[in-house]
């Protein structure tokens, strides 16, 4: 008997072929799902960017040179790094120099944050160990009011905000202003720099947690003063509860609260429910992690760095894999710097569901929004 000469006896078919690539190539699957969230390539660049400006705001910002002369020995490299990084997630411009321009602006708007958390959380302590996280609710009452300017707007809220929450955690005093501002100056470079390299190979998503609110109904206030109020109420529950309860980290409260709150109490809902699945998946996974971080903290970073990218490429579109990212990017990077503590470390998820649910109560009782249909 001669052997066949129909290709199809010889050859399986296109569905058996497809359906061992996964046995074939393990990592074929997350190749799959990388094309089909990113299919150009281009939230990855911007992934990589992220990274990029993070570590070159880090390095240039622990320059003996950088730091000699300071009054305080504050960390200026993790300041610059963060600045940095928040400001290029908040950056959506097509152009170089658009892209830099605001790029510039939100750097130097994270470091106006942090100023004011400086020269107004001393006089705060009057009112107790909570009183300065009250300067956090006008950073969140910011986030949504300022997104009536735009996208730029929208981020130049949140870099006050973030500004404002690096400096409550590194406890900055007056005589760091110094450092806040060499620190905003190296992240305008370091966040500047990656954006000039990747050029237009980015093509910017709109990051739904900065776009501005639905359109205004007359007799009403306007929907970014609306979101802003929302937020700040949540946010001024929650340190009313620290000052009662002395929540563990009462500011990742706050966090979730002001950035689950959208244009609409149904968005809303829908982002405290991605961000809550998120955060219980993400820290987990860190606490997994905890005993690389403390023998191979290379690896860790490295992770940290992946995860980061997913959560670039993830945030526009899959908030909750965005939320899991970035919370898992959290525990193990705490851990590397030293802090194994599992009852702190999981109240990163709990602390979460707190602020979660009151931005949705305020969304849905003080002047809930609603979306207009076209």
Same mark, same amino acid.
């Given at each position: 008997?001669?052997?066949?000469?129909?290709?199809?006896?010889?050859?399986?078919?296109?569905?058996?072929?497809?359906?061992?690539?996964?046995?074939?190539?393990?990592?074929?699957?997350?190749?799959?799902?990388?094309?089909?969230?990113?299919?150009?390539?281009?939230?990855?660049?911007?992934?990589?960017?992220?990274?990029?400006?993070?570590?070159?705001?880090?390095?240039?910002?622990?320059?003996?040179?950088?730091?000699?002369?300071?009054?305080?020995?504050?960390?200026?490299?993790?300041?610059?790094?963060?600045?940095?990084?928040?400001?290029?997630?908040?950056?959506?411009?097509?152009?170089?120099?658009?892209?830099?321009?605001?790029?510039?602006?939100?750097?130097?708007?994270?470091?106006?944050?942090?100023?004011?958390?400086?020269?107004?959380?001393?006089?705060?302590?009057?009112?107790?160990?909570?009183?300065?996280?009250?300067?956090?609710?006008?950073?969140?009452?910011?986030?949504?009011?300022?997104?009536?300017?735009?996208?730029?707007?929208?981020?130049?809220?949140?870099? *006050?905000? @973030?500004?404002? +929450?690096? %400096?409550?955690? #590194?406890?900055? &005093? $007056?005589?760091? !202003?110094? =450092? *806040?501002? @060499?620190?905003? +100056?190296? %992240?305008?470079? #370091?966040?500047? &720099? $990656?954006?000039? !390299?990747? =050029?237009?190979?980015?093509?910017?998503?709109?990051?739904?947690?900065?776009?501005?609110? $639905?359109?205004?109904?007359? =007799?009403?206030?306007?929907?970014?003063?609306?979101?802003?109020?929302?937020?700040?109420?949540?946010?001024?529950?929650?340190?009313?509860?620290?000052?009662?309860?002395?929540?563990?980290?009462?500011?990742?409260?706050?966090?979730?609260?002001?950035?689950?709150?959208?244009?609409?109490?149904?968005?809303?809902?829908?982002?405290?429910?991605?961000?809550?699945?998120?955060?219980?998946?993400?820290?987990?996974?860190?606490?997994?992690?905890?005993?690389?971080?403390?023998?191979?903290?290379?690896?860790?970073?490295?992770?940290?760095?992946?995860?980061?990218?997913?959560?670039?490429?993830?945030?526009?579109?899959?908030?909750?894999?965005?939320?899991?990212?970035?919370?898992?990017?959290?525990?193990?990077?705490?851990?590397?710097?030293?802090?194994?503590?599992?009852?702190?470390?999981?109240?990163?998820?709990?602390?979460?569901?707190?602020?979660?649910?009151?931005?949705?109560?305020?969304?849905?009782?003080?002047?809930?929004?609603?979306?207009?249909?076209?």
């Amino acid at each position: 008997m001669e052997p066949s000469t129909d290709p199809a006896d010889r050859e399986p078919s296109a569905d058996t072929a497809r359906r061992e690539i996964p046995a074939r190539h393990p990592f074929a699957a997350l190749g799959n799902w990388l094309a089909r969230v990113d299919p150009g390539t281009h939230r990855r660049i911007k992934g990589l960017r992220l990274v990029t400006a993070y570590g070159l705001a880090s390095a240039l910002g622990t320059l003996q040179d950088v730091t000699h002369g300071l009054p305080r020995d504050a960390s200026v490299g993790l300041l610059a790094a963060n600045f940095a990084l928040w400001a290029s997630v908040s950056e959506a411009r097509t152009t170089r120099p658009e892209s830099s321009r605001d790029l510039a602006l939100l750097c130097a708007a994270a470091a106006l944050g942090a100023a004011l958390y400086v020269c107004l959380a001393q006089p705060l302590l009057f009112f107790g160990h909570a009183g300065p996280e009250l300067v956090l609710v006008t950073g969140a009452f910011l986030v949504g009011y300022l997104k009536r300017f735009g996208v730029t707007g929208g981020g130049l809220g949140s870099q *006050i905000y @973030i500004g404002q +929450l690096l %400096a409550y955690g #590194a406890k900055l &005093v $007056p005589a760091d !202003l110094p =450092g *806040i501002a @060499i620190a905003g +100056l190296i %992240a305008m470079l #370091a966040s500047i &720099v $990656p954006r000039l !390299l990747s =050029g237009p190979a980015e093509r910017p998503a709109v990051v739904a947690a900065l776009s501005p609110g $639905p359109e205004p109904v007359a =007799g009403r206030p306007s929907p970014e003063f609306v979101m802003g109020l929302q937020a700040a109420s949540g946010a001024l529950v929650i340190v009313a509860l620290n000052a009662w309860l002395n929540l563990a980290e009462s500011v990742w409260a706050i966090t979730a609260c002001t950035y689950v709150v959208a244009g609409s109490a149904t968005g809303t809902v829908q982002r405290v429910r991605r961000r809550i699945i998120g955060t219980l998946v993400g820290v987990p996974l860190g606490l997994i992690c905890l005993p690389i971080a403390e023998h191979a903290p290379l690896l860790i970073w490295l992770a940290a760095a992946l995860a980061m990218i997913v959560y670039s490429m993830a945030l526009p579109e899959r908030y909750d894999i965005a939320c899991g990212a970035f919370a898992f990017t959290l525990i193990v990077t705490l851990a590397v710097n030293g802090i194994h503590s599992i009852p702190f470390l999981t109240a990163r998820a709990w602390e979460t569901l707190i602020g979660g649910v009151l931005g949705l109560l305020a969304a849905m009782v003080i002047f809930p929004l609603r979306l207009r249909e076209k």
